[in-house]
Every structure is written in structure tokens, then in C-alpha cells.
């Protein structure tokens, strides 16, 4: 109950606890996750194995390297000349 609804977290699990806890119940330490995936605090968290639910791995985003727009003019001679545009 503690982590449902609008509590809901996303929880990497790093170790699970072979301690003896009450029936169907664990300890977990891990990472609470942000939703691009990023660790934000490390936690210990007593969780009961029915509330659990496999969250899908956050998606990467893949980055194009960056091209910077090149203008292209023609001088009065009609050689090219060839101009980077920079923001």
C-alpha cells in the first residue's frame, strides 16, 4: 500500500535480502529510478512479492551528432563559396 497508486516508484534491484521476513515478503535495496532510467537515491525497501510488477527498461534515446547547416553562395566570379551557419 505504501507504494501505490500516484506513489508508485520505479526500483532497480541491486540485492535481495535472504533474511527471513513474514510470508511472500522481502527486502530489496536498490535505486529509485526517474523516468529516464537515472538513479536518484539508494533505498532498502520491505515489499510484499505480489505488489511487485517488471517495469519496461526506459528507452534510450540515441543522439545524432550535430550538423551545422552550411549556406553555399556563388561570388561574382562564380567560384563557391561556402559559409557555416552557427546559432
Do not use: C
Request: glycine fraction near 8%; charge should be positive; aromatic fraction near 10%.
Amino acid at each position: 500500500m505504501q507504494f501505490g497508486g500516484d506513489r508508485a516508484l520505479i526500483f532497480r534491484v541491486i540485492k535481495v535480502s535472504g533474511e527471513l521476513a513474514f510470508h511472500d515478503w522481502i527486502w530489496l535495496t536498490g535505486y529509485v529510478l526517474d523516468q529516464k532510467g537515472n538513479a536518484l537515491a539508494r533505498r532498502e525497501i520491505f515489499v510484499q512479492k505480489a505488489g511487485l510488477r517488471r517495469a519496461d527498461p526506459p528507452r534510450t534515446v540515441i543522439r545524432q551528432p550535430s550538423r551545422r547547416p552550411t549556406a553555399v553562395t556563388r561570388a561574382r566570379n562564380g567560384s563557391k563559396q561556402e559559409f557555416r551557419v552557427t546559432t
